[in-house]
């Protein structure tokens, strides 16, 4: 079977139980992606599926034929970093660093959630268009931890990131 992971197309004749995660670690040599509890728990493993954050520990890699499955390494480089990787550096959103990349791939989704008008449990008007609020983008990050505690600076960055693209 086939998938698109960042753009380049990838084979998988594996073990059907291989989860993504596992899959792209280990086959596709994409550690940026991290195994945190592998239990769907803290968010570190997250990554897109057409657009949409999953936690890629909980799901097998057949699952996913011809998706399109972006990582943190299919954000950005170093060179030429995502907005929002550069609002973490710019914000000290992270101290381990450990929980990054799935917070930024979960941040980058949430914004796009956000932006096509999806509400959360905090959304207070369903009607008006969303505005992230801190407590909005709490709630919309909430499946994402960080043992280090770095959380305001997380939403810091993501506000900025907010605000340069209105």
């Not at 941040?107 to 008007?125: I, N, Q, Y």
Request: aromatic content about 4%.
């Amino acid at each position: 079977m086939k998938l698109a992971i960042n753009g380049t197309t990838r084979t998988f004749d594996g073990d059907p139980r291989t989860t993504l995660l596992d899959f792209l670690r280990r086959d596709c040599d994409l550690t940026g992606t991290k195994k945190g509890c592998d239990h769907g728990q803290c968010g570190a493993c997250t990554v897109l599926v057409n657009g949409q954050r999953i936690n890629s520990c909980l799901t097998l890699t057949v699952m996913h034929e011809d998706d399109e499955i972006t990582t943190i390494e299919g954000l950005g480089t170093p060179q030429d970093m995502h907005p929002l990787q550069s609002a973490f550096v710019d914000h000290d959103g992270y101290q381990c660093g450990y929980c990054t990349p799935g917070q930024i791939c979960s941040a980058k989704a949430m914004l796009d959630e956000a932006k096509a008008g999806w509400p959360s449990v905090v959304t207070e008007d369903l009607t008006a268009e969303i505005d992230l609020s801190g407590d909005e983008i709490r709630e919309r990050m909430s499946g994402n931890l960080c043992r280090c505690g770095a959380y305001s600076n997380i939403i810091d960055a993501i506000t900025d990131v907010k605000e340069a693209a209105r």
